[in-house]
Nanobody, 125 residues
Framework: QVQLVESGGGLVQAGGSLKLSCAASGRTFSTYVMGWFRQAPGKEREFVAAISWSGGSTRYADSVKGRFTVSRDNDKNTVYLQMNSLKAEDTAVYYC??????????????????WGQGTQVTVSS
């Protein structure tokens, strides 16, 4: 069993920045692929970013490349999502997730086993 708790969401103006955190507990954190997904009202959940257990490999959705950075601190059992140059279309509930194995597709939500409760990010234009 893995518990994930996101924090850091809020209201920000377009062009601003936010840093989300996801604290994990319950099992060995350092061996997992961690992902960030988001869901806007009326839309399906979509992939944002993911990071390997070592932090050496990352993946990003095209829509956030160059603006978002995913990182992790295994000593703190925490994964981060630094979001810069935020746009109104980034408004969504952001979820972190953990894959206990090696995902076939890092951008596929079906490959992640545990999810956090989500944190709201609202970008005003």
């Amino acid at each position: 069993q893995v518990q994930l708790v996101e924090s850091g969401g809020g209201l920000v103006q377009a062009g601003g920045s936010l840093k989300l955190s996801c604290a994990a507990s319950g099992r060995t954190f350092s061996t997992y692929v961690m992902g960030w997904f988001r869901q806007a009202p009326g839309k399906e959940r979509e992939f944002v970013a993911a990071i390997s257990w070592s932090g050496g490999s990352t993946r990003y959705a095209d829509s956030v490349k160059g603006r978002f950075t995913v990182s992790r601190d295994n000593d703190k059992n925490t994964v981060y999502l630094q979001m810069n140059s935020l746009k109104a279309e980034d408004t969504a509930v952001y979820y972190c997730a953990v894959s206990l194995g090696t995902p076939v597709r890092w951008d596929g939500s079906m490959w992640y086993n545990y999810w956090g409760q989500g944190t709201q990010v609202t970008v005003s234009s």
